[in-house]
T-cell receptor, first 113, second 115 residues
Framework: GQQLNQSPQSMFIQEGEDVSMNCTSS?????WLWYKQDPGEGPVLLIA?????ELTSNGRLTAQFGITRKDSFLNISASIPSDVGIYFC?????????????FGQGTRLTINP | SAVISQKPSRDICQRGTSLTIQCQVD?????MFWYRQQPGQSLTLIAT?????????ESGFVIDKFPISRPNLTFSTLTVSNMSPEDSSIYLC????????????FGEGSRLTVL
């Protein structure tokens, strides 16, 4: 089946640093999504990307849909303590009405104050 | 986005028993999705539940183990049957966005621990 390779698996950074994570796949996706999951919570959608090459920002977050449609990255600028959590990429494939969302393995972000 | 409520939020279960998880959405949705998240792992789709038809299961998941009901457009249940410790996971209900652009929105999940 389709798989997403997300890296890095974990990051330990200082508050204020910028963060970058990415997802790659051997398959083409129609949509790329980035989620954040806090402990004890369900994943929350951060950014959605619909077109190859699209670059989208949401506050300090910036994400891009790779031109080949097989990859995406998420950047977080000037990290703050509430950025701590697990970040998942997800790719959507298939035709409308039969689409499936495949998730990456997640990137666990830890911030040292 | 829709507001999704799951019950129970967590439970501790005995081996061999079954537990039914409920998912309530505050608006009518065509498709509801059930995911499993094993400890420290990513999310894996169990099945897609459409109102008025049988759920569609992903490879590795079967109806006898994970029966699903979808009695109306705002509600679904997932039963984890004959549980074993390997079933200890977070089970998440999700629905699509209003404009069917592919985004999924998740409930808070039901954390099951099987002893």
């Amino acid at each position: 089946g389709q798989q997403l390779n997300q890296s890095p698996q974990s990051m330990f950074i200082q508050e204020g640093e910028d963060v970058s994570m990415n997802c790659t796949s051997s398959s083409i996706f129609n949509t790329w999504l980035w989620y954040k999951q806090d402990p004890g919570e369900g994943p929350v959608l951060l950014i959605a990307l619909y077109k190859a090459g699209e670059l989208t920002s949401n506050g300090r977050l910036t994400a891009q849909f790779g031109i080949t449609r097989k990859d995406s990255f998420l950047n977080i600028s000037a990290s703050i303590p509430s950025d701590v959590g697990i970040y998942f990429c997800a790719g959507l494939s298939g035709i409308q009405g039969a689409q499936k969302l495949v998730f990456g393995q997640g990137t666990r972000l830890t911030i040292n104050p | 986005s829709a507001v999704i409520s799951q019950k129970p939020s967590r439970d501790i279960c005995q081996r061999g028993t079954s537990l039914t998880i409920q998912c309530q959405v505050d608006s009518q949705v065509t498709m509801m999705f059930w995911y499993r998240q094993q400890p420290g792992q990513s999310l894996t789709l169990i099945a897609t539940a459409n109102q008025g038809s049988e759920a569609t299961y992903e490879s590795g998941f079967v109806i006898d183990k994970f029966p699903i009901s979808r009695p109306n457009l705002t509600f679904s249940t997932l039963t984890v049957s004959n549980m074993s410790p390997e079933d200890s996971s977070i089970y998440l209900c999700s629905v699509g966005g209003r404009y069917d652009t592919g985004e999924l929105f998740f409930g808070e999940g039901s954390r099951l621990t099987v002893l």
